[in-house]
């Protein structure tokens, strides 16, 4: 079983970081492909980033090319998304992924991924 709990959300102003963290408490994730997607008052949760079981082939969204970096650690169980420049449309509560096999294009759906975290809250404040 794959338990996901994320952290490292907070309130901060726009222009400064944040990196969130994943963690699975389950079963090792080493084999799945690992996304952190987000919903905003109001909208549809969506892709943010992704990263290959490998850890060589990542993915991203284009608001989040340039200033937001995915990254695992297999021995810790452990997803990060660093986020540099935030804006406040960034404001959502981000949530993390795991999945088998999603496919190339279910990397970017909610439909490729099996489980999912409770989110974290990120506010950026103008």
């Known amino acids: 079983q794959v338990q996901l709990v994320e952290s490292g959300g907070g309130l901060v102003q726009s222009g400064t970081s944040l990196r969130l963290s994943c963690t699975n408490s389950?079963?090792?994730?080493?084999?799945?492909?690992m996304g952190w997607f987000r919903q905003a008052p109001g909208k549809e949760r969506e892709f943010v980033a992704a990263?290959?079981?490998?850890?060589?082939?990542?993915w991203y969204t284009n608001a989040a090319k340039g200033r937001f970096t995915i990254s695992r650690d297999n021995v810790k169980n452990t997803v990060s998304l660093q986020m540099n420049s935030l804006k406040p449309e960034d404001t959502a509560v981000y949530y993390c992924?795991?999945?088998?096999?999603?496919?190339?294009?279910?990397?970017?759906?909610?439909?490729?991924?099996?489980?999912w975290g409770q989110g974290t809250q990120v506010t950026v404040s103008s």
């Open positions: 992924a795991a999945s088998k096999d999603p496919g190339p294009i279910g990397i970017i759906a909610q439909s490729g991924y099996d489980y």
């Open positions: 389950g079963r090792t994730f080493i084999r799945y492909t």
């Open positions: 990263i290959h079981w490998i850890g060589s082939s990542t």
